[in-house]
């Protein structure tokens, strides 16, 4: 496992993601303090067993599975309608 200041891993970042993606750990130092830790992301064994898992119970009908996977897209624009808003009506009921 290699040990690597910020200073260094900020001046040579390539190389050590490099480092990483080739499945080597790189510890992260802070005035000789391990604060973090570099590693690899493998697609695995887990991870097939997780999706078929999920696929199952999703065959089952006990969970339902997205459409689309990733970063939500946040909640959807406010539809805009004729007519006045609902505060506006309630004040000229109590007229």
């Not at 991870?47 to 999703?58: D, F, H, P």
């Amino acid at each position: 496992m290699e040990t690597v200041g910020i200073r260094e891993l900020r001046l040579h970042l390539s190389r050590y993601l490099r480092n990483a993606k080739e499945g080597k750990d790189i510890i992260v130092t802070e005035r000789g303090n391990a604060i973090a830790k570099i590693t690899s992301l493998v697609y695995d064994k887990e991870v097939e067993e997780i999706k078929s898992a999920l696929s199952e119970l999703s065959n089952k009908g006990i969970i339902q599975l997205p459409e689309r996977w990733g970063k939500p897209t946040g909640i959807p624009k406010r539809v805009e309608r004729a007519g006045s808003e609902f505060a506006g009506a309630v004040i000229q009921g109590r007229r």
